[in-house]
Structures are given as C-alpha cells and as structure tokens.
T-cell receptor, first 114, second 111 residues
Framework: DGGITQSPKYLFRKEGQNVTLSCEQN?????MYWYRQDPGQGLRLIYY???????QKGDIAEGYSVSREKKESFPLTVTSAQKNPTAFYLC?????????????FGDGTRLSIL | SQKIEQNSEALNIQEGKTATLTCNYT??????LQWYRQDPGRGPVFLLL?????KEKRKERLKVTFDTTLKQSLFHITASQPADSATYLC??????????FGAGTTVTVRA
C-alpha cells in the first residue's frame, strides 16, 4: 500500500537538544512538505521540496532544518533554536507542486518538551 | 493580509441531517479550493478539489460549492452519519508551490 510514514509517533525533547523527525513516502511523488499544527490554528508550512536536492523555506522555517537527499525521504530537524517546539508535525507529499495538486499526509509526530 | 476563516464554532448535528460548513477567504484569488478531513491524532485526508469555474462538485454524500464573487466555499454533508464526525479543513493555493489551510470546523454527528 502506498503512503507516507512518519516516525516516531511521539517524541520528547530536552532543553538544548536537536531532534529529527522522519518522513518516508513510497508514492513516487516529487514534492514533499512539512507542516506544524497547533490547537485552534491552521496548518503552517515549515519547509517544502519540489524535487530531490532542493528545498525552500515556508512560512515558519526559523529553528528548523531539512534535507532531501532521496526522493522518498524528507527528514525534519527541530533545533534548539526553536523555542516553542511543542506541536503536532505533519509531513505531506504531492505528485508535484502545483495549485491543483492534492496533498497526501502522514499520521504525524507529536513533539513535547521534557 | 491573506486570511482563511472557517466556522469557529463546532457543529453538532443529528444523524440524518445535513451539515453545512463555511470557508471564507480574503486577499486570495484562488483558481482551486480543496477540502480535507482530519480525525483526532491523524493526518488530513484529501476529499475534494473544486475549480473556480465549477459552481458545484459532488462526491457521494459530499457537496462543495465555490463562489469567487462572495469569496466563499460551502461544504455540505448530506444524510450525515456518526462516522462523519471529524474536523474538516479547507485549503487554498496562494501560489504554485503551497497550500494555506483554515483552522478547521469540528463536526459531531449524534446517533
């Protein structure tokens, strides 16, 4: 079955620690995205990638970093510079970046501060 | 600034009735609008996409309208069932590269 796998489901971060969230897709999609979801707010775009070895900042990239070394993988690192990291993180993919492309989402990683 | 607003109140309806959700937007000129369903603790699932030149689109018991003059989309769930209970998100593309999402409306269908 094709889809997006995010791991871990729950993650805890200590002060000053960087943590990496995994996102893998087997849909053969070119475009991948990372969003952050906070209660009562819409999804906010952190980073997106249109193709392998390319990625662009979204609306709230500060304190985060990504890489796109393989088509199927788009890991997100939450660095210690992100002062309010507690949120639900969602990874998504689409065939390509275009206005008429639906996005397919994973089931998220919930990050909390210890 | 660009804004997407969905019904701020949660919607509680009786099984069998029609749920109507609203998505209003400002400072966008979208050629497309999408609706997603999100269950607690899960990622959103794509439901429907409607183009600006389509007034209405249907999928099973779902119906979406798109009025670019009013800058509004309505999402209807007809003959609602308890399994329809979820949060529904509307999304617009501000450019070719991303989607902007509303905060969602939570629907609870009572048996």
């Amino acid at each position: 079955d094709g889809g997006i796998t995010q791991s871990p489901k729950y993650l805890f971060r200590k002060e000053g620690q960087n943590v990496t969230l995994s996102c893998e897709q087997n849909l053969n999609h070119d475009a991948m995205y990372w969003y952050r979801q906070d209660p009562g707010q819409g999804l906010r775009l952190i980073y997106y990638s249109q193709i392998v070895n390319d990625f662009q900042k979204g609306d709230i990239a500060e304190g985060y970093s990504v890489s796109r070394e393989k088509k199927e993988s788009f890991p997100l690192t939450v660095t210690s510079a992100q002062k309010n990291p507690t949120a639900f993180y969602l990874c998504a993919s689409s065939i390509k970046t275009a206005r008429n492309q639906p996005q397919h989402f994973g089931d998220g990683t919930r990050l909390s501060i210890l | 600034s660009q804004k997407i607003e969905q019904n701020s109140e949660a919607l509680n309806i009786q099984e069998g009735k029609t749920a109507t959700l609203t998505c209003n937007y400002t400072n966008y000129s979208p050629a497309y609008l999408q609706w997603y369903r999100q269950d607690p603790g899960r990622g959103p699932v794509f439901l429907l996409l409607i183009r600006e030149n389509e007034k209405e689109k249907r999928k099973e018991r779902l119906k979406v309208t798109f009025d670019t003059t009013l800058k509004q989309s309505l999402f209807h769930i007809t003959a609602s069932q308890p399994a329809d209970s979820a949060t529904y998100l509307c999304a617009l593309p501000p450019n070719d590269y991303k989607l902007s999402f509303g905060a969602g409306t939570t629907v609870t269908v009572r048996a």
